[in-house]
């Protein structure tokens, strides 16, 4: 099975563009989660989608957006960016509960992005 | 989610079980205890996870405290690949990760 697959791999935009950034989950999960990783702030929770749903959300600014597809893929956006959005931005996907257990979540190589 | 608090960095020589502490004094009785592992810059990726009883898998053994309050990932024979950042989680049911700052592993020859 492919893992997850996240596309750019690498970005460098300037501050006030906007940039979308793509998830592909792994076959037949549907949950689809964004996280953003910074030497200062650590690894942070975006938001999460499900059947095109978001269904959690962390504590960010309404700059970051997302959405997802029936197929269950899923692109986050970022307008306006500041310099503080450099960072590495994750994706994770997760299946269905099966037999009451959590399900593991498996993330992407993530894409770097750097804000000039 | 519960908070939970790690050492910022161990060392391990290669060869050795690597023990790496994890407190979760306000675990709630439905909260799972997670680990996963990043290395340097890749995604970060799942090792085992438990309830209340001790778990084993192909990569590592976790131990719980009776009371819950506290766990142990065991490496039993680490190798420098296991060279991470290794990180403690406490979740209910749900997708949302809360990510600690981690224990930072380093496996020496």
């Known amino acids: 099975k492919a893992g997850v697959t996240q596309t750019p791999r690498y970005l460098i935009k300037t501050r006030g563009q906007q940039v979308t950034l793509s998830c592909s989950p792994i076959?037949?999960?549907?949950?689809v989660s964004w996280y953003q990783q910074t030497p200062g702030q650590g690894l942070q929770f975006l938001f999460e989608?499900?059947?095109?749903?978001?269904?959690n959300k962390g504590n960010f600014p309404g700059r970051f957006s997302g959405r997802q597809f029936s197929n269950s893929r899923s692109e986050m956006n970022v307008s306006t960016l500041e310099l503080g959005d450099s960072a590495l931005y994750l994706c994770?996907?997760?299946?269905?509960?099966?037999?009451?257990?959590?399900?593991?979540?498996?993330f992407g190589p993530g894409t770097r992005l750097t804000v000039l | 989610d519960a908070k939970t608090t790690q050492p910022p960095s161990m060392d391990c020589a290669e060869g050795r079980a690597a023990n790496l502490p994890c407190n979760h004094s306000?675990?709630?009785?439905?909260?799972?205890v997670y680990w996963y592992r990043q290395i340097h810059s890749q995604g970060p990726q799942y090792i085992i996870h438990?309830?209340?009883n001790n778990e084993t898998n192909e990569m590592a053994s976790l131990i719980i405290t009776e009371d819950r309050k506290s766990s142990t990932l065991i490496l039993p024979h680490a190798t420098l690949r296991d060279t991470a950042v290794y990180y403690c989680?406490?979740?209910?049911?749900?997708?949302?990760?809360?990510f600690g700052t981690g224990t930072r592993l380093q496996v020496f020859p």
């Open positions: 076959s037949g999960h549907r949950s």
């Open positions: 989680i406490v979740r209910i049911y749900t997708d949302k990760l809360i």
């Open positions: 994770a996907s997760s299946s269905e509960v099966t037999s009451g257990r959590l399900r593991e979540q498996f």
């Open positions: 989608y499900f059947s095109e749903t978001q269904r």
């Open positions: 306000t675990i709630s009785g439905n909260e799972y």
């Open positions: 438990g309830l209340k």
